[in-house]
């Protein structure tokens, strides 16, 4: 996947959709924020992540008020041009290395080339939905924001004590693939559940998107074999940041 592409093509539609946003408009999934809050989010992570890609502390943004298109027209225009110029195998820091000892550090730009992707499809889709509008994007792009999530993120929270270690064994099945993808920390005699449904519904179920506050996994085209209320349970306590 080219990476650089993929984020120009969803930054850019980022910013085409915050020229349009009433910046009032609530984002009632993600608390007390609205599409303003979102926005700056956005651009800040941006922003953040080039300094993290240049191993650098980036320069505070200061707390505004802002334009929100312009604020977030250079904050993405400065990620593209960090991640362009530096080479993808040189080291960064990355949520990879967060208490890992130094000697066993990997971290490299290339995290960021895929991470601010995802970061930009998933906060794409809060913003597009807020205002009542779908968001297209390949299932090459879903897979891999899903696949993240298990491989990355939760073994990050894990790390880190965040999250419990799931009471029993849950996997992923997209529809699209014969791949199927365990969260980590279960117990080994646990028993599976396995999600089945399409790459989009599982990847925004695993982000706590699109599904109603009393059943997480009340996702479009989801399937559950096993253990449904320990599944949701450990959904509901939470496997993303």
Request: proline share 7%; net charge negative; with cysteine.
């Amino acid at each position: 996947m080219d990476h650089l592409a993929a984020l120009a093509d969803l930054q850019a539609r980022f910013l085409e959709t915050t020229r349009r946003a009433d910046p009032a408009v609530p984002i009632p999934w993600l608390g007390r924020w609205t599409v303003q809050s979102l926005v700056v989010h956005v651009a800040r992570i941006h922003h953040w992540a080039a300094g993290q890609a240049r191993r650098r502390q980036e320069e505070p943004l200061g707390r505004g008020p802002f334009d929100l298109a312009e604020l977030y027209d250079s904050c993405a225009r400065e990620l593209r041009e960090t991640l362009a110029e530096l080479d993808p195998d040189a080291r960064a820091w990355t949520l990879l290395d967060d208490s890992v000892p130094r000697e066993q550090q990997s971290g490299t730009v290339a995290f960021w080339h895929r991470r601010q992707v995802l970061e930009t499809l998933v906060h794409l889709w809060d913003l597009r939905t807020a205002i009542g509008e779908q968001v297209d994007a390949d299932d090459a792009l879903w897979l891999d924001c899903l696949d993240e999530v298990v491989t990355v993120m939760h073994p990050r929270q894990l790390r880190l004590d965040r999250v419990a270690p799931p009471p029993t064994r849950i996997a992923f099945a997209p529809i699209e693939t014969d791949a199927v993808l365990e969260l980590a920390g279960a117990p080994a005699d646990a028993p599976l559940t396995v999600v089945r449904g399409p790459a989009r519904s599982l990847a925004l179920l695993a982000w706590g998107r699109g599904v109603p506050d009393e059943d997480r996994l009340a996702a479009p085209g989801v399937t559950v074999e096993g253990d449904r209320s320990l599944a949701e349970a450990t959904l509901r306590a939470g496997i993303t940041p």
